[in-house]
């Protein structure tokens, strides 16, 4: 079983910043594939970016690439979302997740979520 709370979002201006964090606790010591989605109201859930367990490798939705960077520290078990450049269109609950596979982009390929937190951005 996987657990993951999520924390850092709060409310910015157009512009700013945020650090989005995702501690993870897990029974063994398996590795994870771990993804940052988001939802914005009457949208479905899409990701945003994903890191691979495999290779470390790593995927970022379009309308986030040069903005937005992920990251974890294994030592600590905690997946970060750097956000920069925010854009109101960037206004969403994010959610973190965890697959034990090198799951795709599709949110029905991840077992595990946290509960989100939400993000939003003023123009």
């Known amino acids: 079983q996987v657990q993951l709370v999520e924390s850092g979002g709060g409310s910015v201006q157009a512009g700013g910043s945020l650090r989005l964090s995702c501690a993870r606790s897990?029974?063994?010591?398996?590795?994870?594939?771990m993804a940052w989605f988001r939802q914005a109201p009457g949208k479905e859930r899409a990701a945003v970016a994903i890191?691979?367990?495999?290779?470390?490798?790593?995927y970022y939705a379009d309308s986030v690439k040069g903005r937005f960077t992920i990251s974890q520290d294994n030592a600590k078990k905690t997946l970060y979302l750097q956000m920069d450049s925010l854009k109101p269109e960037d206004t969403a609950v994010y959610y973190c997740a965890a697959s034990p596979a090198s799951a795709n982009t599709s949110p029905a390929n991840w077992p595990y979520w946290g509960q989100g937190t939400q993000v939003t951005v003023s123009s």
């Open positions: 897990t029974r063994t010591t398996s590795t994870y594939s």
């Open positions: 890191i691979y367990r495999y290779n470390g490798g790593t």
